[in-house]
């Protein structure tokens, strides 16, 4: 019979003492309760995706704060427009760099046209231009972690291309019939042998839309990732944190308990200080009900004589009334006095614990608090400045690693049809499009202008940066949120009619008037 004696936890799991040497995987007393399952990135993110998506969906809708993060958001990494700025790569296309730059501007001048045109073809549902598409996308990104859309083939609407983009509610994105997930299938995503994504299952309409839907919202449609020759037939685009993780998760997740509580606190500060508001004044008595029934020795009794001067306050005050905002107070009953109340705004350290929430709001959307919050009195010039440094850099990342793919999808879906139908020719000896579609579609993407704390400061900076030879002109030009080339072209052109007026001297290269100076 064996005597081993063996220590297990409170779940009734083998106790294991750990003998390694980092102290956070120690189980000692003041562990033992931090104990979480290690699972796979899909096991942690799938079952509560719903819940998740659903909740950071109501918070964007309702929640100023988290609102106003997202618009800061949007102003920042896509603007008023996104601007291409493409880049074929001649080299691996056999061409050279004049060949390159005039085929660059040629199109680009055709993808203007088409992406920012007042019809709107580019949008299945003709609602929003190019930039608008990306916008659309970058809220489903904000909101669900992921963004979905689903390339159609449109002829016969008018437009000289049949490509155009329908976003989809990434929530569309289920198994079929809710089934469950496996090694295959997760979470409408079919999976191949390389946990690579070969297929998507899109729900035709979410539950909620069966009084508009009717029956789609039983139906599901499968879509390959990408035809044959590599045309997508679905743009899905998220960031993966972990390994073999599926699909995408809102950026939300971290803040969504604390910003549930904070709108509460402040929903309860504010109903609290509008009651205080209504009541500016209230009458208090000397009269005690427990007293009286004591002295009495009934409690009948003591209701009785209660009854009594309540009757008596009643016609009282009915006939000479309390006014607090009137021209004077009058004489109150016998025992009667009364209390101003002071409202109160969410308690003494209302404004300190509203902050410490935002500033954990700030720090998860990437913002700095000033930002989030719109308080810029407790900052000066070098935190300001440090603070913006810091979000743009995170803004270009979100602009290379979200916004760039997406965008690019949508644009080498254009570019291969222009192509393909002769609106842009290519040189005879020039490979074809299928062949070398990275080379014809490398690109880069042009937010808004980067903010300035001290646009004197920051000019003075990058003029320094010009001169030493380590800023080139498109870069310069690019933090401006200016194409260089298009740039240069509308500074011939101004240069050229300031020359022809006679309002720009010889020596002057700065492109506007420099007045003569009156002879002494």
């Given amino acids: 019979m064996s005597n081993n004696k063996l220590l297990i936890d409170l779940q009734g799991n083998p106790l294991r003492m750990s003998a390694g040497g980092y102290t956070g995987g120690h189980r000692r007393r003041d562990m033992a309760s931090f104990n979480p399952p290690l699972r796979s990135a899909d096991a942690d993110l799938l079952p509560d995706l719903k819940s998740l998506n659903a909740r950071s969906n109501d918070l964007m809708r309702n929640y100023g704060q988290i609102q106003g993060g997202a618009q800061i958001h949007l102003d920042n990494i896509i603007g008023s427009q996104l601007t291409l700025s493409y880049k074929p790569d001649y080299l691996e296309l056999g061409m050279d760099a004049e060949w390159a730059m005039e085929f660059s501007e040629y199109v680009k001048r055709k993808w203007r046209n088409h992406a920012y045109s007042a019809s709107n073809y580019i949008d299945a549902t003709r609602h929003n231009n190019f930039s608008g598409l990306i916008g659309l996308g970058y809220r489903q990104f904000l909101g669900a972690g992921e963004i979905l859309s689903v390339p159609r083939w449109l002829p016969n609407r008018g437009s000289k291309y049949a490509s155009a983009i329908k976003m989809v509610d990434p929530s569309r994105l289920s198994n079929p019939n809710d089934g469950l997930d496996s090694s295959r299938l997760r979470a409408g995503v079919r999976l191949g042998r390389e946990e690579d994504a070969i297929g998507y299952w899109i729900r035709k309409a979410l539950s909620s839309d069966m009084m508009l839907n009717g029956s789609d919202v039983y139906e599901w449609e499968y879509i390959p990732r ?291 100076q009156p002879a002494d």
């Fill in 226 to 516: 990408e035809t044959r020759w590599g045309r997508q037939l679905v743009i899905h685009v998220f960031e993966q944190e972990r390994a073999s993780q599926s699909r995408g998760k809102t950026g939300l997740a971290a803040m969504i308990k604390n910003a549930f509580k904070l709108e509460k606190f402040q929903d309860i500060s504010m109903d609290r200080a509008i009651v205080d508001a209504m009541y500016a004044a209230t009458i208090e008595t000397d009269y005690n009900f427990s007293q009286a029934a004591e002295l009495l020795g009934s409690d009948a009794e003591a209701i009785e004589l209660a009854d009594d001067i309540m009757d008596g306050k009643e016609e009282f005050h009915g006939d000479v009334g309390v006014k607090v905002n009137g021209v004077k107070v009058p004489h109150l009953y016998a025992g009667e006095r009364l209390s101003f109340s002071t409202p109160q705004a969410g308690g003494p350290n209302f404004e300190q614990f509203e902050a410490s929430f935002l500033r954990n709001m700030a720090a998860t959307y990437n913002l700095t608090y000033e930002q989030l919050s719109r308080d810029y009195t407790k900052t000066n010039y070098s935190g300001a400045r440090a603070g913006l440094m810091e979000a743009q850099k995170f803004f270009k990342s979100r602009r290379v690693k979200i916004i760039s793919p997406f965008a690019t999808a949508i644009f080498s879906l254009w570019l291969e049809e222009a192509i393909d139908i002769g609106a842009i020719k290519l040189p005879s000896n020039a490979p074809s499009f299928n062949a070398e579609k990275d080379a014809y579609t490398r690109c880069r993407w042009i937010g808004p202008a980067e903010g300035n704390v001290d646009p004197l400061k920051e000019a003075k900076a990058m003029e320094l940066k010009a001169d030493m030879g380590t800023q080139t002109y498109e870069d310069a030009c690019a933090q401006e949120g200016l194409d260089w080339i298009e740039m240069l072209n509308q500074r011939q052109i101004e240069q050229a009619e300031l020359e022809k007026r006679g309002l720009l001297r010889g020596d002057d290269q700065r492109g506007y008037m420099v007045p003569e």
